[in-house]
């Protein structure tokens, strides 16, 4: 999912969103593509310290075009990814071609997974464009085997007109669906985006 969208929450927004036609061009963002070896050092980085020491089953929602997942797979863990669109599906598939990896088309906030369970669900710049995201979370979390978590990156993008959810509303949704629920801010963190940023950058851990 992009943030470019008008609007505090971008359901409608991002419903009109055409993820197809945005998929070819959709990593020359700096923190989609994470082709900067500083940016992908940075985000990596975040991943070790958010993800559990062992190889784990990783859940990663609104794939996009796989980059967040290809970071997790080459840290030893399994990732199954999810998006609704087909064409930054086929381009996951290709950038973990070889990979412990499996992607999947479908609504991240009813993934396809059917009876299989995850040890983290992974999610960036998504939970903000959901019609019911307090529906979604609690459908993940029962998704999570016992002790897993939930790693949930957003941010309120724009100060006109902003777009995003604020890390006091997503952590006051996740608090009744976890024992353990903390904060990082991620604005001071340039690396990440690619430059710096004055918005609220943010991610929700949160341990179940």
């Known amino acids: 999912m992009t943030h470019d969208s008008e609007g505090l929450t971008g359901a409608d927004a991002s419903a009109g969103m055409d993820w197809d036609a945005q998929a070819a061009t959709f990593d ?13 050092r940075a ?13 784990s089953d990783v859940l990663d929602l609104g794939c996009g075009t796989g980059s967040l997942s290809l970071l ?3 840290q030893g863990h399994r990732v199954t990814g999810v998006d609704s669109s087909p064409a930054m599906i086929d381009l996951a598939r290709t950038k973990l071609a070889g990979r412990d990896a499996a992607f999947l088309t479908g609504d991240a906030a009813a993934p396809p997974v059917g009876e299989q369970r995850f040890d983290v669900i992974l999610v960036r710049h998504v939970v903000w464009a959901l019609p019911d995201a307090g529906r979604a979370l609690r459908h993940w979390r029962g998704l999570l085997r016992p002790g897993g978590r939930l790693v949930l990156v957003e ?7 902003p777009a995003g959810i604020p890390s006091d ?12 629920v903390r904060v990082e801010r991620l604005s001071e963190e340039a690396a990440l985006w690619g430059g710096e940023v004055h918005d609220e950058r943010y991610v929700v ?3 179940v």
Request: aromatic fraction near 6%; hydrophobic fraction near 45%; charged fraction near 30%.
């Open 205 to 207: 851990v949160a341990e």
């Open 169 to 180: 509303v997503l952590a006051g949704l996740v608090a009744p669906l976890a024992a353990e």
């Open 72 to 74: 997790a797979a080459e």
């Open 43 to 55: 985000w990596a980085e975040r991943l070790r310290d958010w993800l559990p020491g062992r190889a």
């Open 28 to 40: 020359d963002e700096p923190d989609h593509g994470l082709r900067d070896p500083e940016v992908r």
């Open 155 to 161: 941010g309120v993008w724009g100060t006109v007109t």
